[in-house]
């Protein structure tokens, strides 16, 4: 892992050729088959994204989006079902005001708007998915790599 | 307030309850090694109810020892202690019925750091108080008189209730609210900052951090048995004291006290390194109070703002397209 971000980190310093790296965590009740029916429906994005399919976006710890900014992500979306349609009824209700207080904290803290994304996909929205990959992508490409939490090894 | 009559109050009482059986241990203050430091007093007899005070430099939050605790016991509150202790219930680290709650008003503790500022602390041989005014003795015999409002702690100076809002037993009168124009002004006026100018402070503020874990030993609230930060299977925050381990150390402590903090500033207090941790969580308790009209350890009944939710929460943090 180490190694591999270093070797990331000089390729984006030399020749330019910076990818961003995405860690999406998405439910597995909609937006994983959101991202799953993009896929099949063949609707292109940008090839970014990680994928790390959670049982509901209630159950994102803040600690995983930290930690994924820590170790090498240049960003993290977490998607879930839209208010209302949770599998576990509640959920995401309560992971709405996890993600709206965490969300208003980073940014207190001044990390930059555009690091941390929370969105609802619902299982149909296989394009509204593509479209947002593609709109974080483009931000995150405006930043350049991640450099405020990152954890550098000396 | 702080008089005489209130500390014998807290002794008669203290005792009255150990007597008739009532509690099994009074959580209070006794005197501590210098005479304006104060210690928590463990009281399981009677007969060491006598050595309860109270006084300003009452600093500690005692509903730090209340979480987990079998025994029937009584806790010296004030406002913020109470408010403490109320969430702890709320939480279910301490049975209600096990739980006595002497309230008192609180007018304000003493900053040992701005006291320090002021005279010389190792040279304190005694004191006195009249209003607002705290009388020092020196040990050349000399005597000091200062302003006890210029010496509050931060977090006194924004109290919104310094008498205890639930308690069984209230010693003394409760006293009207202090007039504080806006309590969230220190962080309005970090928000107007830049957002590097922000990152930096933090930085600053981690670079300072020695992680001793004092903040969360002396807060009230921080009571998991085993922290998130100590696990290591998974490991998720780095153990070593470079900026991004400390920052994701305080990022989170304050998030877990997110709509439960009292702001009874003992974080801060407890800081060896004067770090201003309240700043943080000053910050959260803005928020949850503008978003979700909720403020921690005002009622036994309501949900804390992160266990509940209402379908009409507003997100503005949700990306659509």
């Known amino acids: ?154 | 307030m702080w008089s005489e009559e209130i500390t014998r109050n807290i002794q008669t009482v203290a005792e009255s309850l150990l007597r008739e059986g009532k509690v099994d241990l009074v959580l209070g203050y006794q005197a501590g090694t210098s005479p304006v430091r104060t210690a928590p007093a463990f009281i399981r007899t009677p007969q060491e109810a006598s050595l309860l005070v109270w006084n300003p430099f009452c600093e500690n939050n005692l509903s730090v020892y209340l979480p987990r605790r079998k025994e029937r016991v009584a806790i010296i509150a004030k406002g913020c202690d109470a408010r403490a202790a109320v969430v702890a219930v709320q939480e279910n680290q301490i049975s209600r019925d096990r739980l006595v709650i002497v309230g008192l008003a609180c007018s304000g503790i003493i900053d040992r750091r701005r006291l320090a500022l002021a005279v010389e602390v190792d040279q304190i041989r005694g004191f006195s108080l009249a209003g607002d005014s705290l009388g020092l003795e020196t040990e050349s015999g000399g005597q000091v008189q200062l302003e006890l409002s210029g010496l509050l702690a931060d977090s006194c100076q924004t109290c919104t209730h310094r008498s205890a809002p639930i308690a069984d037993i209230f010693i003394g009168q409760r006293m009207p609210e202090r007039e504080v124009e806006d309590e969230f002004a220190q962080v309005r006026s970090f928000e107007a900052l830049s957002s590097q100018e922000r990152w930096r402070h933090f930085m600053d503020m981690a670079e300072k951090c020695i992680r001793c874990y004092a903040c969360r030993s002396a807060c009230p609230l921080c009571y998991c048995q085993e922290c998130i930060v100590d696990q290591t299977q998974p490991q998720w925050f780095g153990k070593t004291t470079a900026t991004e381990d400390v920052l994701a150390y305080h990022i989170m402590r304050a998030f877990h006290l997110a709509g439960r903090c009292v702001d009874c500033g003992a974080c801060s207090r407890a800081c060896p390194m004067g770090l201003d941790l309240r700043l943080l969580n000053k910050k959260l308790q803005k928020e949850v109070k503008e978003l979700y009209q909720y403020v921690p350890g005002l009622s036994l009944e309501e949900m804390p703002a992160l266990g509940t939710y209402r379908t009409d929460d507003p997100q503005t943090c949700i990306t659509e397209k």
Not at chain 1, 4 to 19: A, I, M, N
Not at chain 1, 44 to 53: G, H
Not at chain 1, 120 to 139: P, Q, T
């Open chain 1, 1 to 154: 892992m180490t190694e591999e971000r270093c070797s990331q980190g000089e390729k984006s310093g030399q020749d330019g050729s910076w990818q961003p790296k995405v860690v999406a965590f998405l439910c597995n009740w909609c937006s994983y088959a959101g991202a799953d029916l993009a896929g099949i429906s063949r609707i292109q994005y940008p090839p970014n994204i990680r994928i790390i399919r959670v049982p509901c976006s209630g159950r994102i710890n803040p600690v995983f989006i930290l930690k994924a900014l820590q170790t090498g992500a240049d960003a993290v979306l977490v998607s879930g079902c839209h208010p209302g349609d949770c599998h576990y009824v509640s959920g995401n209700y309560y992971a709405r005001r996890k993600f709206e207080i965490f969300s208003r904290l980073l940014d207190y803290l001044g990390l930059e708007k555009g690091r941390v994304f929370f969105s609802w996909v619902s299982a149909a929205e296989g394009e509204n998915f593509g479209r947002l990959v593609k709109h974080i992508v483009d931000e995150v490409k405006k930043l350049g790599p991640a450099n405020k939490l990152v954890k550098t090894i000396s």
